[in-house]
């Protein structure tokens, strides 16, 4: 009895599934998974920001300053990039830190920095159907090679701090699939952390 064969439209489909999960995997997204208030906290939202990006790379973290500060302003929240005020590299001392809080007035400080990074792999099993004979088999091996994406999720902590009681009041997770692109990134952790703080009415 001879083996029966694919169906067109089967095979179309799977390799369509394929694709449309490729793409979505490729893209990168930025999200809040977690978030923490101080149940205590009951003053007035803060109305000045010193941000700070934690990062052995320079460029990254006057990026991430610059684009986490723009996206405050737009919100109605007066920001100031700590790089302006701190250059240095590397931690940065405390009484460096209450200078430039001095300098610029900040209320609270938003320290960000990177938890971990996890390499994943997606692989989509690939489907060998029955074939006409060998050559066909053969043939269809190569068409159901098994799809294989791998990518790194980083997992990122940001925490508000009330500068003049030293305390935190306002912590969020979130991670980022796959990220490539600093000012993408930032811009959707900036969206998400805003929106959420906001609500939390810390901001």
């Known amino acids: 009895m001879r083996p029966a064969r694919n169906r067109p439209n089967s095979r179309l489909g799977l390799s369509l599934l394929w694709l449309v999960a490729a793409l979505v995997a ?3 997204t930025t999200h809040l998974k977690d978030s923490w208030k101080d149940p ?3 003053d007035a939202p803060f109305r000045k920001v010193l941000v700070i990006g934690v990062s052995r790379s320079d460029a990254n973290r006057r990026l991430f300053e610059d684009g986490f500060v723009q996206a405050l302003r737009a919100s109605g929240t007066e920001a100031s990039a700590s790089y302006s005020l701190l250059p240095e590299e590397g931690p940065l001392p405390k009484e460096r830190i209450k200078q430039a809080v001095a300098k610029t007035g900040a209320d609270s400080v938003l320290v960000t920095r990177v938890l971990r ?3 994943k792999v997606d692989v989509s099993p690939g489907y060998v159907g029955p074939g006409p004979g060998f ?3 053969y043939g269809a091996t190569w068409a159901a090679a098994p799809e294989i994406h791998a990518y790194d999720v980083i997992t990122i902590e940001s925490t508000l701090w009330d500068i003049k009681r030293e305390q935190a009041v306002w912590s969020g997770i979130s991670e980022s699939i796959d990220p490539k692109d600093v000012t993408k990134v ?3 952790l ?3 952390l805003i929106a959420k703080m906001k609500e939390d ?3």
Request: glycine content about 4%; charged content about 25%; aromatic content about 14%.
């Open 26 to 28: 490729a893209c990168a």
């Open 40 to 42: 205590q906290f009951s």
């Open 117 to 119: 990074v996890q390499r």
């Open 135 to 137: 050559y066909g088999w």
């Open 186 to 188: 930032t811009r959707e």
């Open 190 to 192: 900036a969206e998400a």
């Open 201 to 203: 009415k810390v901001l």
